[in-house]
């Protein structure tokens, strides 16, 4: 009869230490595994919840960009004073990044973020409801305080809820929630304001308003499926520490300014009249408008996913210039496209070069600041780049009909293009740094990488 040898003396995996040791390896098993679920379940919710609240917020401010004419019927204004609402809703943006943002970095990015979506909501069905122009302009205004605060502390909560080897991807797609509402407001136009023309043909553009009101739903995801962000737990800091660190921030400040000025010209000067242009000079009718519109937008979709991607592979600033300079070559297109289907063509490759170089921002802008303001910095550079860029719809407009809206909004594109590129250029990078304390950054990650080669 063979004996049976010891465990302990030989290593057998049924006795001694090293079966010791792969039974807990056995047991921490579906732990781990257990934990590694749940982590990308709460990375999930969180870009999820993000992406909506920035989807939603961009349809109401683009339902607008469909309904100059009839609103100003309506009130018995003129497409440029319409075209001014826009205008004024980028000048509020600023108030609700200060109100949001500093909440956002003091007690959290979910709680804000759920007020946020609720107060937007509310006041984009009240616009429905108004009865005259003025107080449709102060409606617009304070729907401009919450689209405000949507933006900077969706993007804190997503990125620092994401490994940095994945940032530019995600941040491409989460900034493309922007893109999604221009198309489901196009969408919207298509199909649904027909129908309401039919029904209520006075009426019909204050259905679409109401249409704005349906986000409030998100809040309760994001209050309970949202887990709170690790990074703002390990970076909070006391309240006369943060306001002590702002002052020596403000180079940075104004340079992430100058760049969202400029980026903003970008984005509200090729999309916010881009249906205007094609009703009013190409004389499109609504139906292919909105057509060409959706088209655009699945442009700036994918630009943003791609562009993003390439962010990660390539650096940020390399990948936004290579966008922007794409845009430059396509105006000449984008504008004077002679027949309908090559006019579409140029309009779904402007997008995707404009969003493309856009949806490196979000990621670029919270790597660029401070750990403990990254709720706040980012999202008031940006509304403040906007208020500056929040020129652009009326002085279009202006242009457009004292000249030709081709004229306008191709000789605005290719300043702000150029501009873009030149700033992006001379500007930092901070391109996948870790958000945690002691966190693994980009470098890191592709060393190891490399190493298990």
Not at 37 to 61: E, H, I, K, P, Y
Request: charged share 15%; glycine share 10%.
């Amino acid at each position: 009869m063979k004996r049976v040898p010891s465990g302990g003396s030989t290593g057998h995996p049924g006795t001694g230490p090293l079966a010791y040791t792969t039974a807990l390896a056995t047991l921490r098993e579906p732990s781990r595994d257990v934990s590694a679920r749940m982590q990308r379940r709460d990375q999930r919710n969180a870009v999820l919840a993000g992406f909506l609240g920035w989807t939603f917020d961009a349809f109401d401010f683009f339902v607008l960009t469909f309904l100059i004419a009839d609103i100003g019927k309506a009130f018995g204004k003129s497409r440029p004073e319409v075209a001014l609402t826009l205008t004024l809703t980028l000048a509020m943006r600023p108030v609700g990044a200060l109100l949001f943002g500093v909440m956002a970095d003091r007690y959290g990015r979910r709680l804000p973020m759920a007020i946020n979506i609720v107060f937007y909501a509310v006041v984009s069905a009240l616009s429905g409801l108004a009865p005259t122009f003025q107080i449709f302009l102060i409606l617009r205004m304070l729907f401009g305080i919450g689209m405000g605060g949507q933006w900077g502390v969706s993007a804190s909560l997503a990125l620092e809820s994401i490994s940095p080897k994945w940032r530019g991807l995600i941040s491409g797609m989460l900034h493309q929630g922007y893109s999604l509402g221009n198309l489901l407001a196009a969408t919207a136009f298509l199909f649904v304001y027909p129908a309401m023309q039919s029904a209520f043909p006075a009426n019909a553009w204050r259905f679409m308003f109401f249409l704005g009101g349906l986000p409030a739903l998100i809040s309760f995801f994001v209050l309970t499926r949202v887990k709170e962000s690790e990074a703002w737990h390990e970076h909070r800091t006391d309240w006369r520490t943060y306001v002590k660190s702002l002052p020596p921030i403000w180079r940075r400040f104004l340079y992430l300014v100058l760049m969202l000025a400029a980026m903003g010209f970008i984005s509200h000067g090729t999309q916010d009249l881009y249906p205007t242009f094609l009703l009013q000079q190409r004389k499109f009718s609504q139906t292919h408008a909105a057509i060409v519109t959706i088209i655009s937008m699945l442009g700036a979709t994918f630009g943003g996913i791609v562009v993003g991607y390439c962010s990660d592979r390539f650096g940020r600033r390399r990948a936004m210039i290579g966008a922007v300079l794409g845009g430059v070559a396509m105006i000449p297109l984008w504008i004077g496209a002679p027949g309908a289907a090559l006019l579409a063509a140029s309009a779904f490759m402007m997008q995707f070069c404009v969003q493309g170089a856009w949806g490196i921002i979000p990621a670029h802008m919270n790597e660029l600041t401070p750990a403990h303001l990254r709720g706040f910095v980012p999202g008031f550079a940006y509304q403040i780049g906007m208020l500056i860029a929040g020129i652009v719809p009326y002085l279009e407009a202006l242009v457009g009909e004292h000249f030709s809206y081709a004229l306008s909004m191709g000789g605005f594109a290719a300043v702000a293009l150029l501009a873009v590129a030149l700033i992006v250029s001379l500007g930092p990078e901070a391109h996948g740094i870790s958000f945690r304390k002691g966190g693994e950054s980009l470098t890191t990650l592709k060393a190891q990488a490399s190493a298990k080669l």
